[in-house]
């Protein structure tokens, strides 16, 4: 069969009062249709909503069918608390769906729970992006922490920009990724954390013995924050193999704490530490590259923020 081939064409309601047919026979639904120059994200958010959802699924059970999507991409479409309970009811047991693209989809609190339903009854669901949805604290409590314990397939979670808090994230390391059996990468970028939230981290770090990628960037994680997370990556024993803490205020004193560790025996598996933009100032660059015998005015190869050492990563800036 032809890769063009209508396999389920159905009639789907828009936003704007008009109708736009679509394949739901075919394994991708992408309805962040941005390929037009003249189209806008805005004129993407507006266009499907939360009732083409539910059509979706309408249109299925009247051809007695399952959905086969492996990936939906939803981005933009503002389908809020509606549309994602929407999404729990269609595809709660479905087997297909590998990857779920929700980022900036207007979806609060209650759409968190139903996603997090709906992780737990997801039997292959191996990628989650709710980035850029305010659930804050109480979206990844209760249902969303319970089914992300139950799921066994899940390995990347995309958290970034949802106003979790300290409160959220000390949720989530408290209960399902201390001991998740299966994910490898969590995006925390954006949450307003602080140092109150490394001891939960630490605490999970030690347990953990599935993550490899843990991001925390864009956050307000100070130098005893940054003290702390190393006790957490000694007690990891090298598992989590990337770091990345840019944007936040470790400062001179956290650069070099997590540095030491980067070079040290104890931290030789960590492939990638990403400690740009935490306000080291020039002279603390010097100190830290002096320390690590790369210094600035003799290392030919490492003159930029990226410290290439055999087949790992330090990025390290002034500002």
Same mark, same amino acid.
């Given at each position: 069969?032809?890769a063009?081939d209508?396999i389920m064409p159905?009639?789907? !309601?828009?936003?704007?009062?008009? =109708? /736009?047919?679509?394949d739901?026979g075919?394994?991708?639904? *992408?309805?962040q249709?941005?390929e037009?120059?003249?189209?806008s994200?805005h004129?993407c958010a507006?266009k499907?909503?939360s009732?083409?959802?539910?059509?979706?699924f309408?249109k299925?059970a009247e =051809?007695s069918?399952s959905?086969?999507?492996? /990936?939906? *991409?939803?981005?933009?479409?503002?389908?809020?608390d509606e549309?994602a309970?929407?999404l729990?009811?269609?595809l709660s047991?479905n087997?297909? $769906?590998?990857?779920? $693209? $929700? !980022?900036?989809? @207007?979806?609060?609190t209650?759409?968190?729970?139903s996603?997090g339903s709906l992780?737990?009854?997801s039997p292959?669901?191996?990628?989650l992006?709710?980035? &850029? *949805?305010?659930?804050d604290a109480?979206g990844v409590d209760?249902?969303?922490?319970?089914g992300l314990?139950k799921? %066994?397939?899940?390995?990347?979670?995309c958290?970034?920009?949802?106003r979790?808090?300290d @409160? &959220?994230?000390?949720t989530?390391?408290d209960?399902?990724?201390?001991?998740h059996?299966?994910?490898q990468h969590?995006?925390?970028?954006y949450?307003r954390?602080e140092d109150?939230v490394c001891?939960?981290?630490?605490?999970?770090l030690?347990? *953990?013995k599935t993550?490899?990628y843990?991001?925390l960037?864009?956050?307000?994680?100070?130098?005893?924050?940054a003290?702390g997370?190393?006790?957490g990556?000694i007690?990891n024993?090298g %598992?989590?193999?990337?770091?990345?803490l840019?944007?936040?205020?470790i400062?001179?004193r956290?650069?070099?704490?997590l540095c030491t560790?980067?070079?040290?025996p104890?931290? @030789? +598996?960590?492939?990638?530490?990403d +400690?740009r933009?935490?306000c080291v100032?020039?002279?603390?660059?010097?100190e830290i590259?002096?320390m690590?015998?790369?210094?600035?005015?003799?290392?030919e190869h490492?003159?930029?923020?990226m410290l290439n050492l055999g087949?790992? @990563?330090?990025?390290?800036?002034?500002?």
């Amino acid at each position: 069969m032809a890769a063009t081939d209508v396999i389920m064409p159905v009639s789907l !309601p828009t936003n704007a009062g008009t =109708r /736009e047919t679509l394949d739901l026979g075919y394994p991708v639904l *992408n309805l962040q249709k941005l390929e037009d120059p003249k189209v806008s994200i805005h004129a993407c958010a507006q266009k499907y909503g939360s009732q083409a959802i539910r059509s979706i699924f309408e249109k299925l059970a009247e =051809r007695s069918s399952s959905s086969v999507f492996e /990936e939906i *991409n939803l981005s933009d479409n503002i389908i809020g608390d509606e549309g994602a309970k929407f999404l729990q009811e269609g595809l709660s047991g479905n087997s297909k $769906l590998k990857r779920l $693209l $929700l !980022p900036r989809t @207007q979806i609060r609190t209650a759409g968190f729970q139903s996603i997090g339903s709906l992780v737990g009854n997801s039997p292959s669901l191996e990628m989650l992006v709710l980035s &850029g *949805n305010l659930g804050d604290a109480a979206g990844v409590d209760d249902d969303f922490k319970t089914g992300l314990s139950k799921s %066994k397939s899940l390995k990347s979670l995309c958290l970034a920009a949802c106003r979790l808090g300290d @409160q &959220g994230v000390t949720t989530l390391c408290d209960g399902p990724l201390k001991s998740h059996a299966s994910l490898q990468h969590v995006s925390l970028n954006y949450n307003r954390l602080e140092d109150a939230v490394c001891g939960s981290i630490v605490k999970m770090l030690a347990v *953990n013995k599935t993550l490899e990628y843990l991001e925390l960037c864009g956050n307000s994680i100070g130098p005893a924050g940054a003290e702390g997370l190393v006790k957490g990556l000694i007690a990891n024993k090298g %598992k989590l193999r990337r770091l990345g803490l840019g944007q936040n205020s470790i400062r001179l004193r956290g650069a070099k704490a997590l540095c030491t560790h980067f070079m040290s025996p104890e931290g @030789q +598996l960590l492939e990638f530490l990403d +400690l740009r933009h935490n306000c080291v100032t020039y002279p603390g660059v010097a100190e830290i590259r002096n320390m690590l015998k790369k210094p600035l005015e003799d290392d030919e190869h490492n003159k930029g923020w990226m410290l290439n050492l055999g087949g790992r @990563q330090l990025m390290l800036n002034a500002f």
